[in-house]
């Protein structure tokens, strides 16, 4: 079914609320979560509801949280998110390392401890809008690892994402963002819910045999996802472990401990400024300029054009915005059950709901 993503942000604002989410927060929140659905990132997107409300439920993510700004030291901003709504607490961490960018001609966020940060490449958006480029590295602790390093029958780290852009005319062109598993566990838990099984490669078993089927990862995290690339990827795996884990100050997943429904992000920043290496407008001419030139390159056989990262999120946005954003019956059955822990009616729900 597709519904409307002005309806999905309605609900969602709604649901957040019931939370105990002011306005703001809710908003933020809510805008993040479709934003991802809008952008073909249904693992990042509203389906995300229900293990926030188990988190808020255990007291391990705390809405309307204030984050703590340690003092700078130098180009280098440390902010502790306390288990606050990752969504909020990135963006207010990177607004407090972006006031030091001028100083320096790059910044550096060091954010500890916050709750699950979501779609990555939102805060690329968000620090390109600003004029900035950005690289933001991501580990994922709470749980057990999920994502087997190279050779390994199991997990040694999670799905670790890295995202980075480049601004042209302020916009996030191009962009990458991705987890350094083969694909989001988000992804296994959208396809379970879907019925559908996996891409080869993405997934092993107990015995570190591939494997298609999402259910037993899905409902008891049996298996491990595998790394992208190989040992190439496993080890992109390892440096996002390593510099938003240990270098950020907080903790790998190596001796974070282990809580039900435990998900939390800490994230290494790089934010640079254009104007510290050349004019801005060549920075984003030239930019412009080898975007076209890849996007003009032949297409494999079976392909009907090169895409650079960001642009199937942006054809995504394109149709959704258009079309509606699909959302399984699974999907708002677990949204439904989980809000009414919070005293929200289905019948609330439902009527916000609106089929596009
Ligand atoms: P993905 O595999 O769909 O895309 C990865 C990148 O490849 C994107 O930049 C995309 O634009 C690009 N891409 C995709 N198809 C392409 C094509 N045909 N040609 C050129 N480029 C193409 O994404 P993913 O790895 O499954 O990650 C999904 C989302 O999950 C991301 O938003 C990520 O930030 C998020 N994530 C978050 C966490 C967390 O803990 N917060 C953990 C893991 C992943």
Known sequence: MNYTAASLAKLTNTVLQSYGCNEEEARIVADHLVGANLAGHDSHGIGMLPMYGAQVEDGNLIANQTPEFLPRNGAVSVVDAKKGFGHRMALLALDYAMENVADHGVAILALRDAGHIARVGTYSEYCASKGYVSI??????????????????????????????????????????????????????VANNKGEQVPPGSLVDAEGLETTDPGPMA???????????????????????????????????????????????????????PAAFDDPAAIAARTQTYSDYLRRKQPA?????????????????????????????????????MAGHFEVEEGVLQNILEKA
Not at 161 to 186: E, Y
């Open 136 to 189: 933001h590295m991501v580990n994922v602790i709470g749980h057990d690892p999920i994502v087997a390093p190279f050779g390994a029958r199991e997990g040694g780290f999670s799905t670790n994402p890295v995202s980075m852009a480049m601004p042209v005319n302020n916009q996030a062109s191009p962009l990458l963002d991705m987890a350094t598993s083969t694909i989001a566990f988000g992804k296994v838990r």
């Open 219 to 273: 409902d008891s995290k049996i298996g491990a996802l595998s790394a992208f690339g190989a040992h190439k990827g496993s080890g992109l795996g390892v440096f996002a472990e390593l510099m938003a884990g240990a270098l950020v100050g907080t903790n790998t997943i190596a001796e974070a401990e282990t809580i039900p429904n435990g998900v939390f992000n800490n994230m290494l920043s790089v934010i640079l400024d």
């Open 301 to 337: 056989k079976g392909r009907d054009a090169v895409l650079l990262p960001g642009d199937p999120e942006n054809i995504s946005r394109k149709k959704r915005l258009a079309e509606g954003v699909p959302v399984d019956e699974q999907t708002i059955a677990q949204i439904i059950e």
